[in-house]
């Protein structure tokens, strides 16, 4: 997702089913489910319809938007996103660039240089609700829309757009005419519903972060000249007047003699639609045994190596495909398209952009974090402003444990990496609370550290405080409780307590609401006592095991009086610890040579230094 520095990612990286379901199913399900009683979420059905000019990176686009108000409110406006409005001097994105102490390098002040035929816009010209006009004023990013006559509860609407628009260079995930040559990444490029839940409208402006959008069913024509080949989300519908790859070979092409091809695609319950063309993509396709196709398009005059990279990577996918479905949920769709483009690495619907010129491992690694970031984000869709780290965290936790897996290393702890982060940002001083609005991080590298690092070491330390076991099938009972939905923190850590028994409100609030610090040390060993001590904030349960004088090994499990429980070990278990002592202390079976707390390294100590002591 991608959407982050490569000093940054290097940081990380080195310190780092059910068939798709309509929306409005659930709301109906959730009647029945004591669980989820009060939970609704919005739904639409988007028809559109573009006439691309590819020489002049513009297009026109007619929408029809079916929305449905399944909130208990009723609804006076409505809102959507113009994302491509940030791409032009002035905007709040260039200006944010402009005064950020570490602007993302592909950023910087590309923005303010850019001409009147390289900015990017979406122009709504005419706006219809149920046939009749509407007022509506564009605010930046955010397209303000009055209503004639309230949404009721439970009421649909239909609105008609007619837009027009034009592709920014390529600065930032969507635009023409990449680095690497791609034509057009055409990501965010719609006029967009913006998210209403029970916090009520999502509306922040674009500055080149995170999204948040509404459940619902695509059904997109894209008319385009007709040696572009085009791939992205959804299924294509009319594959035998295409060709390009797409067609059934056992059947004859009728590709209609004229400038132009419409491509038609539907995608039934996603949250998001992007698509990619260049007239010198190469499309190979992969068939899992389970039936699902990995398509695959890159640029064929890329040179050799990077060629066969691109070959190399597709029987990987499909390992990382059904490592994700087995470890967290099957994949829903029937489908899924690994496409260069864009400008680093970022995920959409049944689709990623990546760009392409890379060696195998960079590849095949920004595979794994954008085709993992098809169950965190969109399956289990996270508003990702507000949480970024349940997004960007969670993809990086399951994706370094994926990548370990299909390499066969034994590596006990795949996210250490973020562990080795966390440190140099406690020291720095620039960490910054989970909480904070993915916008508004002080810095850039706060944010990714943040995101992708401390919300990894959340589901890590889950394993030393729950176990690792428990930690895997709250993952899987996550996925089963809130695909196709919009999880808080809450949700998560609901999953975890229901499958663990352990109370863990304690721990979601220390981690993400606060920096507080976990500290603890071995502060004496007299006779066959052990005094412990915490020294930090932020409270854990303990792992301690000793070593005594005639050689054998003893493991001791101290847990937190209010988690309530401890996680399935074959350690002795010993009383609870009471967050509030700042001691604890116990008497071993036998002499005593040495005590180390935390051998697995699981958890987040700010000061290793004291975890061991050795007697004299």
Avoid at 245 to 272: C, I, M, Q, R
Avoid at 332 to 338: A, E, G, I
Avoid at 562 to 576: F, H, S, W, Y
Wanted: hydrophobic share 35%.
């Amino acid at each position: 997702m991608k959407k982050i520095f490569l000093s940054i990612f290097s940081l990380i990286l080195l310190f780092a089913c059910a068939n798709a379901k309509d929306a409005n199913s659930y709301v109906s399900k959730t009647s029945k489910n004591t669980s989820f009683t009060t939970y609704w979420q919005q739904h639409i059905d988007y028809t559109m319809h573009i006439d691309v000019d590819a020489e002049k990176h513009q297009y026109k686009g007619t929408q029809q938007a079916i929305y449905t108000n399944n909130s208990p409110d009723e609804l006076n406006k409505v809102y959507y996103h113009l994302y491509f409005n940030a791409f032009q001097p002035g905007s709040q994105m260039d200006i944010r660039s402009l005064n950020i102490k570490d602007p993302d390098p592909r950023v910087r002040d590309r923005i303010s240089k850019l001409n009147a035929d390289e900015i990017g816009y979406i122009k709504v010209n005419s706006l219809k609700q149920n046939g009749a006009a509407v007022k509506f004023e564009t605010v930046g990013t955010i397209l303000e829309v009055t209503l004639n006559k309230p949404i009721k509860s439970g009421e649909s609407v239909t609105l008609d757009m007619v837009f027009d628009a034009q592709v920014p260079l390529q600065v930032r995930r969507s635009g023409r005419d990449s680095k690497e040559g791609v034509a057009l990444s055409m990501s965010q490029w719609y006029p967009k519903m913006a998210e209403y839940d029970f916090e009520g409208w999502h509306t922040p402006p674009y500055i080149a972060r995170e999204f948040h959008a509404v459940w619902g069913n695509f059904d997109v024509k894209i008319s385009i000249d007709k040696n572009y080949t085009v791939g992205g989300t959804g299924y294509l519908q009319n594959a035998q007047e295409i060709g390009h790859g797409y067609e059934d070979k056992s059947k004859p092409l009728n590709v209609p003699n004229t400038d132009k091809l419409t491509w038609h695609f539907k995608a039934p319950n996603v949250h998001d639609f992007m698509w990619a063309a260049d007239p010198e993509y190469k499309h190979d396709v992969l068939t899992m045994k389970n039936g699902i196709d990995l398509h695959f398009l890159y640029k064929k005059n890329l040179n050799e190596e990077y060629l066969q990279n691109w070959k190399n990577l597709q029987p990987k996918t499909a390992e990382l495909m059904t490592y994700f479905s087995e470890n967290i949920g099957q994949y829903p769709y029937k489908q899924y398209s690994v496409i260069q483009g864009g400008d680093g690495g970022m995920e959409y619907a049944m689709s990623t952009l990546i760009t392409g010129k890379r060696k195998f491992g960079s590849l095949l690694g920004v595979t794994a974090h954008e085709l993992a970031h098809t169950w965190f984000q969109f399956l289990l869709a996270t508003n990702e402003s507000k949480h970024p780290w349940m997004d960007e965290g969670f993809t990086s936790y399951i994706s370094g444990k994926a990548m370990a897996a299909i390499s066969d290393k034994n590596d006990k702890n795949p996210n250490a990496g973020p562990y080795r982060a966390y440190n140099y940002m406690v020291n720095s001083g620039t960490e910054e609370v989970l909480t904070t609005h993915a916008d508004r991080y002080n810095t850039n590298r706060g944010y990714s550290f943040a995101s992708y690092g401390k919300g990894s070491m959340f589901l890590a330390q889950l394993e030393y405080i729950i176990g690792a076991e428990n930690t895997a099938k709250g993952l899987k009972k996550y996925f089963a409780d809130f695909s196709f939905k919009h999880p808080t923190p809450n949700d998560v850590k609901r999953s975890m307590e229901k499958v663990s028994g352990i109370h863990l409100d304690w721990y979601l609030n220390e981690w993400t609401q606060t920096l507080h610090t976990i500290d603890y040390g071995i502060k004496a060993i007299n006779n066959n006592t052990i005094t412990l001590e915490r020294i930090g904030q932020m409270p854990m349960p303990i792992d301690l095991e000793v070593t005594y004088t005639d050689g054998s090994i003893e493991n001791f499990n101290i847990p937190l009086r209010i988690m309530r429980g401890n996680k399935p070990t074959k350690a002795t278990v010993l009383k609870d610890w009471a967050w509030a002592n700042p001691v604890y202390s116990f008497k071993a079976n036998k002499t005593i040579k040495s005590v180390v707390i935390d051998k697995s390294n699981l958890m987040a100590d700010i000061n290793v230094d004291n975890n061991y002591l050795e007697t004299k």
